[in-house]
């Protein structure tokens, strides 16, 4: 079975404001969660154009999993298990996510189509689907004000307590988005299929959940980030995009050397031990 689910993020801003700030907060978590053993390694980032989506913006990134898995399935799973691949085309206000695992092959597709439209999330159909997908679809709103898990709120990232400085906007206050203005809407069309027995519809509905906490969890940064990224142009988000690129793969670069150098310890051990 193919999970496919609509979600729909609401946003006090416009259009032309998400696109900064998507690009600019996707650039620094990527960097924040980069540490250790687990994070984002950077391909590449640069234009594209084709006749099926136009121009755009072309990203190929490696999630390197590490100890974001349990310990018992790090220590049985082999290095490909260990890692994600994300080509992402972004020819906004279309983008399109795929993600791939070179361990899973064939067996896992996780797609995440993105429409962008300047209203409150009350578009029925914006990804154009036909009636029979339309009847299995699920829809989820996101309203960016609810509360996030214990262990992942903070202060500074709640969009009921964040005031802008530069454009006076927040703090969100209960029915917020029948009030909002500007407003817009990320529509974000998800399909999940991850073929393995016994194991097949746990895992999907398990990643669609995830999905919701983790666009919860980045869309309240977008807002609450506000003050860093607005009027900020598109040439200075590359600008910050290349810097933390650099940032990032030293970081990557760093923890495969250590992990180079714990196996090659490791197996000097087991010769002495023989």
Not at 17 to 26: D, K, N
Not at 103 to 116: A, G, L
Not at 159 to 183: C, N, Q
Request: hydrophobic share 35%; charged share 35%; net charge negative.
């Amino acid at each position: 079975m193919v999970l496919v689910k609509e979600f729909r993020v609401i946003l006090p801003m416009t259009l032309e404001e998400y696109q900064v700030g998507q690009l600019y907060s996707v650039a620094k978590t990527s960097n924040l969660e980069t540490h250790d053993d687990a994070g984002v390694e950077i391909l590449k980032n640069e234009p594209f154009e084709n006749e099926e989506m136009g121009k755009g913006q072309y990203t190929h990134k490696i999630y390197h999993l590490g100890s974001r898995l349990p310990g018992w399935a790090r220590a049985l799973a082999p290095a490909s298990a260990l890692m994600l691949v994300e080509e992402a085309w972004n020819a906004y206000p279309y983008c399109k996510t795929v993600l791939t695992s070179p361990f899973m092959e064939d067996k896992f597709k996780f797609i995440i189509e993105t429409r962008h439209c300047a209203d409150r999330g009350d578009s029925e159909n914006v990804h154009n689907l036909p009636e029979k997908e339309l009847k299995k679809r699920e829809v989820e709103i996101i309203d960016i004000t609810t509360p996030a898990a214990e262990k992942d709120y903070k202060e500074d990232e709640d969009p009921s307590k964040f005031h802008s400085e530069k454009t006076g906007r927040g703090p969100l206050e209960k029915g917020w988005i029948e009030d909002a203005d500007p407003v817009m809407c990320a529509y974000k069309l998800v399909t999940v299929e991850f073929k393995w027995w016994g194991l097949q519809s746990r895992v999907e509905s398990f990643m669609m959940s995830m999905e919701t906490n983790i666009f919860l969890k980045f869309h309240k940064q977008v807002f609450c980030w506000l003050d860093e990224w607005h009027g900020m142009s598109m040439e200075a988000v590359r600008e910050y995009e290349d810097e933390l690129r650099d940032q990032l793969n030293k970081k990557i670069e760093d923890v495969k050397s250590k992990s180079g150098d714990g196996d090659k310890k490791g197996k000097e051990k087991g010769e002495k031990d023989k």
